[in-house]
Structure formats: C-alpha cells, structure tokens
Nanobody, 119 residues
Framework: QAQLAESGGGLVQPGGSLTLSCAVSGSSIRVANMGWYRQAPGKQRDLVATMPSPIISGGPTTYADSVKGRFTISRDNTQNTVYLQMTSLKPEDTAVYYC?????????WGQGTQVTVSS
C-alpha cells in the first residue's frame, strides 16, 4: 500500500514558475509508473505528464500538448519522490494537481495540491 503526498502548490503570477513534489511512502517508486494529473473547476481530471518505471516499463516520458516545453517531470529514486517543474505558467494552468503511482494494476493517488496562476 503506497501513500502519496503532494506539496509545492500556491499562487503564482503568469510567467512564473513552481515545482511540485510528490513524496511516496510504503513502496518504492523504482517499480512504479508515475504521473501528474490536474483538474480545473468543473472539468475532468487530465493527464499532464507521465514517467514510466525505469525497471518495469522503460520508455520515454510523455507530456500533454498544452504543457510541452514548459513542464518537466522527474524522479529521485533515492528520495522516493517525483517532481513536476512548471515554468512559463499561464492562467489556464490553474488547477488542483494530483500525483499518481501505478504499481502493476494498482493505482494510488495523492490528495492534490492547488496551483493558481493569477495576477
């Protein structure tokens, strides 16, 4: 059973940057496919970025078209933490951001962290 805790959200002006963290406990992220998702008010939860397990799946990271070139997903296996570096933020990036860890057929989600982009 894995537990995920996101942090790093907040209020930022357009054009600014934030880095979100997702600390995972209970299981090693080395064997997990990790992902960041976001959900804006009144909208469905959408994929932002994914990073497959280097051991189980391999493969490249992927990004939603809307964030390509601005967001970067990364992982620190020693800290069991996944990051989402966000730059050139836009008002339309405003949402609750969720981290997901997939261990085989089992998915685990964090509680989310609010990101608000506004002047």
């Amino acid at each position: 059973q894995a537990q995920l805790a996101e942090s790093g959200g907040g209020l930022v002006q357009p054009g600014g940057s934030l880095t979100l963290s997702c600390a995972v406990s209970g299981s090693s992220i080395r064997v997990a496919n990790m992902g960041w998702y976001r959900q804006a008010p009144g909208k469905q939860r959408d994929l932002v970025a994914t990073m497959p397990s280097p051991i189980i799946s391999g493969g490249p990271t992927t990004y939603a078209d809307s964030v390509k070139g601005r967001f970067t997903i990364s992982r620190d296996n020693t800290q069991n933490t996944v990051y989402l570096q966000m730059t050139s933020l836009k008002p339309e990036d405003t949402a609750v951001y969720y981290c997901k860890a997939s261990f085989g057929e089992y998915d685990f989600w964090g509680q989310g962290t609010q990101v608000t982009v506004s002047s």
